[in-house]
């Protein structure tokens, strides 16, 4: 079992819809979550870092955590094409384990 | 705020050849540093991380190796490369006070 899963997508909205985001971990011992965005060949720039379970808000990104659950997610509100790209969750503690990644597609 | 330099950024090497990627951290001391292989299509997989230099612990058995000759520096190599060597590697630093940071990447086929 791997320990991050990621919702595999690929996901297509059109302009302004909500994006939403969904990552499970197994290991109870994860203590960071972070949400990267990925362009083509590019390396992952960090979008959400969060150490706790709760929400937290950046502009029109919101990414909350469940450790309850070991449920990840990220929102996107008023989406843009220039959000389309692949999304990777990705816990742990002194090391991250990642999601396969959601490709996201925004139509203009 | 700290910042990775990874080079090259694209590398076609012929199977068997040697290989040395270099990665190299400023704004930081004593970072954390993580090479990962992503493959095309698939996340981010762990191959080696260094909690300082001379440490260097391998997450998976394979044809790479690395090294940490100095603080912000973090190598990987490999003697002979595989076709199955091909993907795009990533370097990572980590600490306390911004979280992990990735490089831009080296992107290497093997031919």
């Known amino acids: 079992q791997k320990e991050v899963e990621q919702d595999p997508g690929p996901l297509s909205v059109p302009e302004g819809a909500i994006v939403s985001l969904n990552c499970t971990y197994s290991?109870?011992?994860?203590?960071?979550f972070m949400w990267y965005r990925q362009y083509s060949r590019k390396g992952p720039e960090l979008l959400m870092y969060?150490?706790?379970?709760g929400n937290k808000e950046d502009g029109r990104f919101t990414a909350q955590v469940d450790k309850s659950s070991k449920y990840i997610s990220l929102f996107i509100r008023d989406s843009q094409p220039s959000d389309s790209a692949t999304y990777l969750c990705?816990?742990?503690?002194?090391?991250?384990?990642f999601g396969a990644g959601t490709t996201v597609t925004v139509r203009a | 705020s700290q910042t990775i330099h990874q080079w090259p950024a694209t590398l076609v090497q012929p199977v068997g050849s040697p290989l040395s990627l270099e990665c190299t951290v400023e704004?930081?001391?004593?970072?954390?540093l993580y090479w990962y292989r992503q493959a095309a299509g698939r996340g981010l997989q762990l191959l080696f991380y260094?909690?300082?230099?001379?440490?260097i612990s391998s997450e998976v058995p394979q044809n790479l190796s690395a090294s940490r000759p100095q603080d912000r520096q973090f190598i990987l190599s490999s003697k002979k490369l595989l076709l199955s060597d091909s993907g795009f590697y990533l370097c990572a630093s980590y600490g306390t006070a911004y979280g992990y940071t990735f490089g831009s990447g080296t992107r290497l086929t093997v031919v």
């Open positions: 990705a816990a742990g503690a002194y090391k991250l384990s």
């Open positions: 969060t150490y706790s379970s």
């Open positions: 260094s909690v300082g230099i001379g440490q």
């Open positions: 704004g930081t001391s004593n970072p954390n």
């Open positions: 290991n109870s011992a994860f203590q960071y």
